[in-house]
């Protein structure tokens, strides 16, 4: 018996050293004490919980630094207090993301920004989260189905057709091309691969070997193209509509820029060496840090300034190229990023 | 009955319980409140209805699936599959339900239970049957069908997401007369499949056959145990397991994809092993496993309730099941001193 009760103390000692080693510092806690009322509850304090797709990946980690901006910066213009809660499972997963979202309404949040793993999983949450009372907007991937009130992002379709298109013009309208096509479950790629394939139809002198999908980890996504390019040897151009393999180095001295040419979608700091090599003469740039802002912004708008907002708010592209280089190089300081190098801050 | 009373106290369940307990307390002691949106009523953060049901309906998955794979580990085997077994058991189920057409509520989740049941079934004998015919390792048979079967479900969808029939959801996320937004099916289903389970292992001969077989192998052989027939069993009721969360996993979430449970099976065997599933065979209860399966669940849901970093997550988790596996063996170790001392102590006395 004894042996037993030491065994749950240990365990449980266990758990709360666990826990105490947890470092609070980067995640926002809301104000409520034992035995206190929330002030979820008060008109003047609005909570929003933030679940995106995986904190692991660079892009959402902007987007969590902008809606935390907007939450400071909207806390004091206006005299409120906008707090975010970042829910973001660590790896990507429809079924935990539906988890967080109930976990979000059970602990008083008034809103929830989501991008959506798996809209299919999450319809249901979404759609439990509305009927008791908590608003859901949606950015970068969306749930239509749902009763969430808006969505904020790039139009997929038309991401993929753009990027295929400046490809199609690097490449004078001639030669073979492969898609890099992130996972094959995510709804929002699957239809960037769609936009890319239509628009390489339009061009009778490119060829698509395929669109290749990995693991959305920059590693995997690199060795993808280092292996496809070993079986393709005749490829000569990359359709990226997921900017995963330019967070390596490692591309950098496996392509060659004489030989192939890359579009990628995504601009961030790792990225933007390959733009200076010509590896990759353009980045279209998803204002990634927006989707927090924006996000935040028009739950603020919803929620206190009871403001009509549109269903669907369209996100625009930013073409990233040698000519903009400095100017976007400074955009991203701005917006949180520390590792831009400092030659790019100078252009 | 005193004799019940201790066995009862002396139980590896009844520490895991204890700890449960305690972490419950704590969690609630330390939540905080806040207001209802709805009633304006001041609910705990932790200790409301919505919550502890979702506590319990987020380890349910893992629970049902751990039961199943506790009683391979019980056997001394191992099963890396049951995620890709609920994968393609739930996708097959989305394709057969699209491909039938419309029919009645009840056919239809009749139907999708048999698919799912059925898939799963097929699958675990799959594995038993190279597991026995092949005469190779478990690990090493069932992490070859983890890819094999997750490959043919992806192929199968065409990495779609297919959403499941209404009525499934509806039989899933039926409230049972709690009222809305209270989802107890889940939960419900984990309770009586590990009630289920502790019957079939600690009251059925087959039970005893795993627990004997995973004990002492050559024992078993030298009593005659059919062995390839408990090895295909196990790992059938594995599969089984895997193919009723999946049934309840996509009814509760609405859709399905090959992409489903990816990386679950490491909570799986988390869960049988917290619950003091022994690797290497012997030991282990269907109870414990739904126990271990809650556990790390409230240690996850105790991160998000306290407003830790959730990216502390894995390694509070890893942390919990060292140690839990550490104490296990060290409790055992000391249990075993301590018989031995008491079978020395009369001969000592004579």
Redesign the interface.
């Known amino acids: 018996?004894s042996?037993?009760?030491?065994?749950?103390?240990?365990?449980?000692a266990?758990?709360?050293a666990?826990?105490a080693?947890?470092?609070?510092?980067?995640?926002?806690?809301?104000d409520?004490?034992?035995?206190?009322?929330?002030a979820?509850?008060k008109d003047d304090k609005i909570t929003i919980a933030v679940i995106a797709k995986s904190?692991t990946n660079p892009v959402f980690l902007a987007a969590r630094t902008g809606a935390e901006a907007a939450a400071k910066d909207l806390s004091a213009k206006h005299n409120i207090t906008v707090e975010v809660?970042?829910?973001?499972?660590?790896?990507?997963?429809?079924?935990v993301q539906?988890?967080?979202i109930?976990?979000a309404?059970?602990?008083?949040a008034d809103a929830i920004l989501i991008s959506c793993s798996?809209?299919?999983?999450?319809?249901?949450?979404i759609n439990?989260a509305v009927?008791?009372?908590?608003a859901v907007m949606t950015f970068d991937s969306d749930a239509p189905q749902s009763k969430r009130f808006a969505y904020y992002g790039v139009d997929d379709l038309k991401t993929g057709q753009s990027t295929m298109a400046e490809l199609a013009k690097l490449m004078n309208g001639k030669g073979k091309v492969a898609i890099l096509a992130g996972?094959?479950?995510a709804?929002n790629l699957?239809r960037r691969v769609q936009g890319a394939k239509d628009e390489a139809a339009k061009y009778p002198g490119i060829q698509v070997v395929g669109a290749f999908?990995h693991i959305e980890t920059p590693q995997d996504a690199a060795a993808e193209v280092v292996r496809v390019n070993n079986a393709y040897p005749d490829v000569r151009g990359w359709a990226m509509i997921g900017g995963w393999a330019l967070f390596t180095q490692t591309l950098l001295t496996d392509l060659d820029p004489a030989r192939i040419k890359v579009v990628a979608v995504d601009a961030l700091p790792a990225e933007l060496a390959y733009i200076e090599k010509g590896i990759t003469p353009v980045l279209l740039a998803q204002p990634v840090y927006q989707w927090g802002y924006v996000g935040v912004q028009t739950i603020v708008d919803k929620l206190h300034f009871k403001k009509d907002v549109p269903q669907i708010i369209p996100m625009e592209l930013v073409r990233v190229s040698k000519e903009n280089l400095g100017e976007w190089a400074r955009q991203l300081k701005a917006w949180g990023f520390n590792d831009v190098a400092a030659s790019y801050l100078k252009m | 009955m005193h004799g019940f009373l201790r066995r009862l106290?002396?139980?590896?369940e009844?520490?895991?319980v204890?700890?449960v307990v305690?972490?419950t307390l704590?969690l609630t002691?330390?939540?905080?409140?806040?207001?209802?949106?709805?009633t304006?009523e001041?609910v705990n953060?932790f200790w409301?209805s919505?919550?502890l049901i979702?506590t319990a309906t987020?380890a349910s998955?893992f629970a049902i699936m751990a039961i199943g794979a506790t009683v391979v580990i019980i056997s001394g085997g191992i099963d890396l599959s049951v995620g890709s077994i609920y994968a393609l058991a739930g996708v097959t189920m989305a394709l057969v339900l699209r491909g039938a057409g419309p029919m009645s509520d009840g056919t239809t989740v009749l139907l999708g239970l048999a698919t799912c049941v059925g898939v799963g079934l097929l699958c675990g004998l799959l594995n038993g049957a190279l597991v026995v015919g092949l005469r190779v390792h478990p690990f090493i048979i069932t992490l070859g069908t983890m890819w094999m079967l997750r490959g043919i479900a992806?192929v199968a969808t065409k990495?779609e997401?297919?959403?499941v029939p209404p009525s499934l959801?509806a039989v899933a996320?039926a409230s049972l007369g709690l009222g809305?937004?209270l989802y107890p099916v889940p939960m419900l289903c984990m309770l009586v499949l590990a009630i289920l389970g502790t019957i079939y292992l600690t009251r059925t001969v087959m039970g005893r056959h795993i627990f004997a077989f995973g004990g002492n192998l050559e024992a078993s052989r030298f009593a005659g145990l059919s062995l390839a027939r408990i090895q295909l069993g196990v790992f059938a009721v594995s599969g089984l397991m895997a193919g009723i969360a999946a049934f309840l996993?996509a009814s509760?979430?609405?859709?399905?994809?090959?992409?489903?449970?990816?990386?679950y099976e490491l909570y799986v065997i988390a869960s049988a092993v917290v619950g003091g599933a022994s690797l290497i065979g012997g030991k282990g209860s269907a109870l414990g496993a739904m126990l271990g399966a809650l556990?790390i669940v409230l240690?996850r849901?105790?991160?998000?309730?306290?407003?830790?970093?959730?990216?502390?997550?894995?390694?509070?988790i890893g942390?919990?099941i060292i140690?839990?596996v550490v104490?296990?063996q060290w409790?055992t170790r000391?249990?075993a001193k301590r018989l031995s001392r008491a079978a020395d102590a009369p001969r000592a006395a004579a």
């Not at chain 1, 309404?105 to 008083?108: A, C, I, Q, R, T």
């Not at chain 1, 798996?118 to 949450?125: C, E, L, M, R, Y």
């Not at chain 1, 009927?131 to 908590?134: A, C, K, L």
């Not at chain 2, 105790?302 to 894995?314: G, V």
């Open positions: 018996m042996i037993r009760i030491a065994r749950g103390l240990i365990a449980l266990a758990l709360g666990g826990v080693a947890c470092s609070r510092g980067s995640d926002t806690r809301p409520t004490q034992a035995g206190a009322p929330s979820a509850a904190s809660l970042w829910l973001t499972p660590p790896q990507e997963d429809g079924q539906a988890q967080r109930q976990q309404v059970n602990d008083g798996d809209a299919g999983k999450v319809n249901g949450a439990d009927d008791r009372g908590v996972n094959q479950n709804p699957q999908n | 106290v002396g139980s590896q009844t520490g895991l204890l700890v305690l972490v704590v002691l330390l939540a905080g409140t806040h207001a209802d949106r709805r304006g001041i953060n409301n919505f919550t979702q987020d998955f992806f990495a997401s297919i959403l959801t996320k809305g937004g996993g509760f979430y609405g859709s399905t994809s090959s992409g489903d449970a990816q990386g556990l240690i849901q105790s991160i998000r309730t306290l407003h830790f970093d959730a990216n502390y997550e894995w390694i509070v942390c919990a140690i839990a104490v296990d409790s000391v249990t």
